[in-house]
T-cell receptor
Framework: GQQLNQSPQSMFIQEGEDVSMNCTSS?????WLWYKQDPGEGPVLLIA???AGELTSNGRLTAQFGITRKDSFLNISASIPSDVGIYFC???????????WGAGTKLIIKP | GAGVSQSPRYKVAKRGQDVALRCDPISGHVSLFWYQQALGQGPEFLTY????????KSGLPSDRFFAERPEGSVSTLKIQRTQQEDSAVYLC???????????FGQGTRLTVV
């Protein structure tokens, strides 16, 4: 099925480092969402973006809705152990309530 | 409960067996979605309900998949004659209304052997 291009696939970082990940598409979306999924759990919404160019923060997390509407970025500052997990981007076109998802970025913090 | 509840959490089925997966959405939520998540992938849309009406079933992979929500609350996803490729996590999500963000359940992990 259709999926967004999400990168990197995985990240190995030291605690305290900043993290950046992104999601791109060949088509335009009107909503970009970022989720975190822990093992054995469902995705939990972190940040929702509804306007091109929008920059939104949630604690140490900051996400941006790309001006072209074809991409989005998520940054995590000063990572901590509980940030470990899989981060997913998802996009939605207003005319269709379906969410199209990326394949996820697995964040691993090196001891 | 306060969140979306799915049962069973884990299901092992022999190939050819029928299975039924249950979703209890958040009380009062009108919209309900089912997604299929293969290992190492993001979720993929299966079907959408608004109250008891199934408005979109375009993501169901075959006619072996059937979903219902007869009273506009609890939903059941049924898979007939399960195949190995049906092995995945099945996620249910509900939202208060369309175009408000949905809350996800923990999912049911189906393994077909």
């Amino acid at each position: 099925g259709q999926q967004l291009n999400q990168s990197p696939q995985s990240m190995f970082i030291q605690e305290g480092e900043d993290v950046s990940m992104n999601c791109t598409s060949s088509s335009i979306f009107n909503t970009w969402l970022w989720y975190k999924q822990d093992p054995g759990e469902g995705p939990v919404l972190l940040i929702a973006l509804y306007k091109a160019g929008e920059l939104t923060s949630n604690g140490r997390l900051t996400a941006q809705f790309g001006i072209t509407r074809k991409d989005s970025f998520l940054n995590i500052s000063a990572s901590i152990p509980s940030d470990v997990g899989i981060y997913f981007c998802a996009g939605r076109r207003d005319s269709n309530y379906q969410l199209i998802w990326g394949a996820g970025t697995k964040l691993i913090i090196k001891p | 409960g306060a969140g979306v509840s799915q049962s069973p959490r884990y299901k092992v089925a022999k190939r050819g067996q029928d299975v039924a997966l249950r979703c209890d959405p958040i009380s009062g939520h009108v919209s309900l979605f089912w997604y299929q998540q293969a290992l190492g992938q993001g979720p993929e849309f299966l079907t959408y309900f608004q109250n008891e009406a199934q408005l979109d079933k375009s993501g169901l992979p075959s006619d072996r998949f059937f979903a219902e929500r007869p009273e506009g609350s609890v939903s059941t996803l049924k898979i007939q004659r399960t195949q190995q490729e049906d092995s995945a996590v099945y996620l249910c999500a509900s939202s208060h209304r369309l175009n408000t963000e949905a809350f996800f359940g923990q999912g049911t992990r189906l393994t077909v052997v």
